[in-house]
């Protein structure tokens, strides 16, 4: 198996402020992360590929300056909402990618509220 | 773009009935993935199909590919409270490898009432 955690698993936050999101593969190296949002009985929705030492790409209708994603490592991605806004307020869910695997290992997820 | 239907997307049974969910495609996937997603958690993998015609069962569940790798099924056996859940399938582009990206279906959010 592969183990990915998330952290943290939930965080409050004020309007205007800036979270962080950590991804991490904890017994794998992942040169791609995905970065997923979930609404309430939804499906995942895909924000952005997390691709080692480079540029994310990210998906159409996505700010790219509003969800800032860092993959410095092959253990770990980050996703930074900055200037939180409540209607940013969601499950956020991340991904990572095995080499030579087909399936993806996700993280326990990020419940983010912003008041 | 590959996309993925997923079918029926809401589904409220009673507990020993029987279900199927659907996914279906016009495009074709070097594998489709099962996954269950609890509320307030990441999604967990249950099963991965790769060749087409391919059948897979995990006790009550039974999970088919199609013979065009476009589609698939999962078919839930006497369906227990404890299989509530949002079940989602994913499909892998054809050309496979690392670095792709999975499509994935609305999901099926099942409720089994006692």
């Known amino acids: 198996g592969a183990v990915v955690s998330q952290h943290p698993s939930w965080v409050i936050c004020k309007s205007g402020t800036s979270v962080k999101i950590e991804c991490r593969s904890l017994d794998f190296q992942a040169t791609t992360m995905f970065w997923y949002r979930q609404f309430p009985k939804q499906s995942l929705m895909l924000m952005a590929t997390s691709n080692e030492g480079s540029k994310a790409t990210y998906e159409q209708g996505v700010e790219k300056d509003k969800f800032l994603i860092n993959h410095a490592s092959l253990t770990l991605s980050t996703l930074t909402v900055t200037s939180a806004h409540p209607e940013d307020s969601s499950f956020y869910i991340c991904?990572?990618?095995?080499?030579?695997?087909?399936?993806?290992?996700f993280g326990q997820g990020t419940r983010l509220t912003v008041v | 773009t590959q996309l993925l239907e997923q079918s029926p997307q809401f589904l409220s049974i009673q507990e020993g009935e029987n279900l199927t969910v659907y996914c279906n495609s016009s495009?074709?996937?070097?594998?489709l993935q099962w996954y269950r997603q609890e509320p307030g958690e990441g999604p967990v993998l249950l099963v991965t199909?790769?060749?087409?015609?391919e059948v897979k069962k995990l006790k009550r569940l039974t999970f088919q590919f199609g013979d065009a790798r476009k589609d698939s099924s999962l078919h839930i056996t006497a369906a227990q409270p404890g299989d509530t859940g949002l079940y989602l399938c994913a499909g892998a582009p054809g050309s496979g490898g690392s670095n792709y990206k999975l499509t994935f279906g609305k999901g099926t959010l099942l409720t089994v009432n006692p």
């Open positions: 991904s990572a990618d095995k080499p030579h695997n087909t399936e993806a290992f």
């Open positions: 495009s074709v996937f070097s594998s």
């Open positions: 199909v790769v060749t087409g015609g």
